[in-house]
């Protein structure tokens, strides 16, 4: 059975940080794209950040690029995020999935998920 499961999630002031991790078993993550996505209440889910199976490609979304940084290792079958400078804006829950290929990276590209971890920024 697969699980992957986020924590590090919080309230924080406007300009903070928190590093959310997500761990998974029930599959070899070192074979798997790590990708971080976010959903605020009455939008979307969206993309935030991605790490292919080595580390070796990450993508950041534009609304992040420069205070958000996805990590990962492998020995723990864990990815991080990274998160500076917190805007009021990025609060939302926070999600992990996992997949095979790197690219997309489109909520339904995604079969794993983990439950969330709620993140809010305060003004």
């Known amino acids: 059975q697969v699980q992957l499961e986020e924590s590090g999630g919080g309230l924080v002031q406007t300009g903070g940080s928190l590093r959310l991790s997500c761990v998974a078993s029930g599959l070899t993550f070192s074979a798997y794209t790590g990708i971080w996505f976010r959903q605020a209440p009455g939008k979307e889910r969206e993309f935030v950040a991605a790490?292919?199976?080595?580390?070796?490609?990450?993508k950041h979304a534009d609304s992040v690029e420069g205070r958000f940084t996805i990590s990962r290792d492998n020995a723990k079958s864990t990815v991080y995020l990274q998160m500076n400078v917190l805007e009021p804006e990025d609060t939302a829950v926070y999600y992990c999935a996992a997949g095979r290929s790197y690219g997309g990276f489109r909520p339904s590209d995604y079969r794993y998920w983990g439950q969330g971890t709620q993140v809010t920024v305060s003004s």
């Open positions: 790490i292919n199976w080595s580390g070796g490609l990450r």
